[in-house]
């Protein structure tokens, strides 16, 4: 009676959740994703109730599919996946009904299959090696030392400063402090022993000996034994179906081992007990340079604590390296990585090679030669330095720096290839501000990777982002789209939420909960109310959140007022705001005060553009016009509209004699392009800001260029090729297969449905 109770219990709960997809749930926005993570909750107290709520997803999931309710197989699935792998022990039979499931979303559209695909996958190997999926993501997250799985991640959360206040900036580190004080490597090791041998023995495991067993060893036998399950684990996944009764043997081998070297006395024997799954490595960052990201993610990779000797610089990276073409390149613009070369140029100052004998010189001779005085070494930053970037890069997939003799007639070894043993998670708390400096961020990063290429074949880059404003709860409610200039900053986040509906109900309720957070009494009372429920959401938007939905960066060629002064270059992410600029000098005051009466308000502008057709048939136009200021947004108002363009609302002044006398009327003019040039006739000067932010605000300025922004290793293949080849208009080899546009992508759970 009482399983019957409490399978009802969690039904009840699922279909709760499912209403609230569907926007019929009663309770206030505000509380909206609190559903989900006290579904968990409820799990994560009695572990046993994990193959209750997996049968009851996979149910629903199976409703869900003959019926008409795909936009409910998306989240039941990202949920019963976070319970599989947290789950003690899961039957064969209740796997196998979810693998195929999984099998059969391949023949739905994207992002269905993707996502089936990838879950079919982990289920797979899960069901080969109970627990494997458990033990990587937690060897992973914690940065635990593994062979068998040398692979590291590490979450990195951005916070702009000028956008959050310091409360809740230090409510926001508080919170991670204490999610993870419990996280010790010794208790992650723990942890993946105690899961994994759960996992493989089910009820045979007596987990509370075998917690008490490993809680009284020393750090040395639980590094011991955690080398000795993970490679068994990491053994079975490599050998398939096969190895399935092995890999059994060999666990409970390890089990009675464990046991028998630390006697834990008698210890009654319980059912499955739950292994907490611990929250990743965080590390907040106020955003104050910028080059801060670029920076965090070469200290992720090559930690300064490591020697950077010049006899340990890698020869790898010279596979890489990128040819003086680069210069010739026209988005490359940026000064290079200079290195500091120890050889003086002169003969004399060259080490004698030991296979010549040494001829001696006599002292006219040796005085005739070049000397050279002593000078000041420059002692380069160890973020700059190029011994810095090549120096301990050596490791699993890494080819050694040593470079052995090789005998005559044998070829040389072909490097060993780079891997990506490294996943940096990017997260951004802020509003559409934070992400116009991640796009300029991005663009650089990828700028200094076409010149000397480091962190792409080491590193994987993945962006998320959390919409945090002040304001009251409702200021995201669907009702009120067009309301308040607050609103207006979350474009980006309202759009993902239009996109995914996941993400709406746990990503964007996050915008007024943080702040609600740094308000709250600092009491114990508070620890118990928030239960680090934001440290939660966040480790399973990054956990689960695979899909991401790709944004056009646009970019921006400003030209001043001042002949001297040279045109700068920018990017932006969501919107462009033009201005007429106030300042006006005084001998100019009176003429314009002339022509505004006679002409109307704004500046005379000349827009040429080309207009975005159906057909994709390219058609420039160019009009004239009067105008007070226009805006370009690049996020789409509407969610059946897909075209990849800016939309220009230009405001248009326009004259209208009638018999009371002269008058003006604005006129919006609205018009969809990907190329567009603004320039000022009369060479009056506007203002341009760039993303919302008016720390990017450009002034006198006369012309703006904005274009699509080009990815810059599409640049320079494609400059390499015209200088090797006669100049086409077409792409013609590898340049034809390179990703031509540069696009910032923010993972979701479901990226957009189709």
């Known amino acids: 009676m009482e399983s019957t109770e409490v399978e009802s219990d969690i039904l009840r709960r699922v279909r709760t959740l499912l209403r609230e997809l569907d926007g019929h749930h009663p309770a206030c926005q505000c509380n909206r994703g609190m559903l989900r993570w006290t579904l968990h909750k409820k799990i994560d107290q009695n572990p046993s109730n994990s193959s209750v709520l997996v049968r009851i997803l996979v149910k629903e999931l199976e409703r869900a599919e003959r019926g008409d309710f795909r936009h409910y197989i998306i989240p039941l699935l990202h949920t019963l996946m976070y319970t599989l792998i947290k789950a003690p022990c899961i039957s064969e039979e209740l796997c196998g009904r979810v693998y195929d499931f999984c099998k059969k979303l391949l023949t739905l559209p994207k992002p269905f299959c993707t996502i089936g695909l990838d879950y079919a996958i982990r289920l797979k190997m899960e069901r080969t090696t109970p627990g494997m999926l458990y033990q990587r993501m937690v060897i992973s997250e914690q940065s635990l030392k593994s062979d068998p799985y040398p692979y590291q991640e590490k979450i990195f959360i951005f916070a702009d400063p000028d956008l959050l206040s310091e409360a809740i900036c230090n409510a926001l580190v508080t919170d991670m402090e204490a999610a993870q004080v419990s996280q010790s490597p010794q208790a992650c090791m723990c942890y993946v022993i105690t899961h994994a041998l759960q996992a493989a023995l089910g009820e045979g495991c007596n987990s509370t000996s075998l917690k008490r067993s490993l809680q009284d060893m020393p750090m040395s036998d639980v590094e011991h034994w955690f080398g000795q399950v993970v490679t068994a684990v990491e053994c079975a996944g490599g050998q398939g179906s096969t190895g399935r009764s092995q890999h059994t043997a060999r666990m409970e081998k390890i089990y009675h081992d464990v046991l028998s070297s630390c006697p834990a006395g008698d210890a009654p024997l319980g059912g499955l007990q739950g292994t907490p799954l611990p929250n990743p490595s965080f590390s907040f960052h106020l955003w104050t340079e910028d080059d801060q990201l670029w920076k965090e993610l070469v200290l992720f990779i090559r930690p300064l604590s490591h020697t950077c000797e010049p006899s340990c610089l890698s020869q790898d990276l010279d596979n890489f390296e990128i040819p003086d073409i680069v210069s010739d390149c026209e988005c490359c613009q940026q000064s290079r990585f200079s290195v500091l070369s120890t050889d003086s140029g002169i003969e004399r100052d060259l080490p004698a090679a030991p296979e010549e004998p040494f001829s001696p010189c006599s002292t006219e001779t040796e005085q005739s030669r070049l000397q050279r005085k002593g000078g000041i070494k420059k002692k380069p930053s160890p973020l700059e330095g190029v011994a810095f970037l090549q120096a301990g890069c050596n490791g699993p997939g890494v080819k050694s720096p040593a470079k052995p003799k090789r005998k005559p007639g044998i070829p040389p070894e072909p490097p060993a290839p780079l891997q990506r043993l490294h996943t940096a998670r990017i997260v951004l708390l802020g509003d559409d501000r934070i992400l116009g400096r991640l796009a300029q961020a991005y663009h650089s990063l990828r700028k200094r990777e076409t010149r000397r290429v480091f962190l792409t074949p080491r590193l994987n880059l993945q962006f998320y982002y959390i919409p945090v404003v002040t304001g009251q709860p409702d200021t995201l409610a669907a009702a009120d789209h067009a309301a308040t200039g607050q609103e207006d900053l979350c474009e980006v986040a309202r759009y993902l939420g239009r996109a995914d509906p996941w993400y709406e109900s746990n990503i964007n309720t996050l915008c007024h909960v943080i702040p609600k957070l740094a308000t709250m009494p600092s009491s114990p009372s508070k620890h118990l109310v928030t239960d680090l ?222």
Not at 540 to 569: H, L, N, T, W
Not at 661 to 682: D, H, M, P, W
Not at 695 to 723: D, G, H
């Open 533 to 754: 429920f934001i440290t939660d959401v966040i480790a399973y938007y990054v956990r689960m959140g695979i899909q991401p939905v790709c944004f056009q960066v646009y970019a921006v060629k400003v030209f001043f007022s001042d002949s001297v002064q040279e045109p700068a270059e920018d990017v932006f992410l969501t919107e462009l705001h033009t201005q007429v600029q106030d300042s006006i000098p005084h001998r100019e005051l009176s003429m314009t005060k002339r022509k505004m009466t006679l002409d109307g308000p704004g500046i005379d502008l000349t827009v040429t553009y080309r207009k975005v057709v159906l057909s994709s048939r390219v058609k420039e136009l160019a009009v004239s016009l009067r105008s007070t200021g226009l805006v370009m947004k690049t996020i789409p108002a509407d969610e059946a509209e897909d075209l990849v363009c800016l939309n220009v609302n230009i405001t248009e002044i326009v004259k209208i004699n009638n018999l009371s006398g002269r008058s003006f009327s604005a006129v919006a003019n609205r018009l969809k392009t990907r190329y567009i040039q603004i320039r000022s006739t009369e060479q009056r000067p506007f203002t341009v800001c760039l993303d919302k932010d008016s720390r990017r605000t450009y002034r006198n300025v006369i012309s703006v260029e904005v274009s699509p922004c080009l990815e810059p290793s599409y640049c320079l293949q494609k400059t390499r090729a015209m200088k090797f080849s006669l100049p086409e208009t077409e792409d013609v080899g590898l340049v034809k297969y390179m990703p031509k546009s540069l696009l910032l992508p923010i993972n979701t759970f479901a990226g957009t449905i189709q």
